[in-house]
C-alpha cells in the first residue's frame, strides 16, 4: 500500500516544539515534491509547508513562517516538520502528502496518511 505514516504529535504548552515525522511506505520519495498540511477541526484541511524534490525549494504559509522548518532525507524516505513557539491555533491533525511540485491545490497530493494529532493547550 503506498501512503504515509505521519508521526510525532502530542500535546504540549505553548511556546514548546515539536518535531513531525512522515515516512513514505511502498515508495520512493525522490521523484515527488512534499507538503505538510494541517485541518483542525470544523476547518478545511490547509497546507503548511512544502519542500522540492531536491530540498533546494522550500514554502510556508504566512501562520507558520518563521516558526515551522520542512526538511527531507530521501535516503530514509521521510520528511520532517521542526516546530517552535508553538500557538494554541496550531492545533490540528497535521499530514503529509506527496506530488510532483509544490503548489498545487490540496485535492492534487496523494499517498494521505492518517494523520498525527498536535494539540497545543495549557
Known amino acids: 500500500q503506498l501512503q504515509f505514516a505521519e508521526s510525532g504529535g502530542e500535546l504540549v504548552q505553548p511556546g514548546e516544539s515539536l518535531n513531525l515525522s512522515c515516512k513514505a511506505s511502498?515508495?520512493?520519495?525522490?521523484?515527488?515534491?512534499i507538503a505538510w498540511f494541517r485541518q483542525a477541526p470544523g476547518k478545511e484541511r490547509e497546507e503548511v509547508a512544502c519542500?522540492?524534490?531536491?530540498?533546494?525549494?522550500?514554502n510556508y504559509q504566512d501562520p507558520v513562517k518563521g516558526r515551522f522548518t520542512i526538511s527531507r532525507d530521501n535516503a530514509k524516505s521521510t520528511v520532517y516538520l521542526q516546530m517552535i513557539d508553538l500557538k494554541p491555533e496550531d492545533t490540528a491533525i497535521y499530514y503529509c502528502?506527496?506530488?510532483?511540485?509544490?503548489?498545487?491545490?490540496?485535492?492534487?497530493?496523494?499517498?494521505w496518511g492518517q494523520g498525527t494529532q498536535v494539540t497545543i493547550s495549557s
Open positions: 519542500i522540492s524534490k531536491s530540498g533546494g525549494f522550500t
Open positions: 502528502a506527496a506530488y510532483s511540485i509544490c503548489g498545487p491545490p490540496v485535492s492534487a497530493f496523494d499517498y
Open positions: 511502498g515508495f520512493t520519495l525522490d521523484p515527488y515534491a
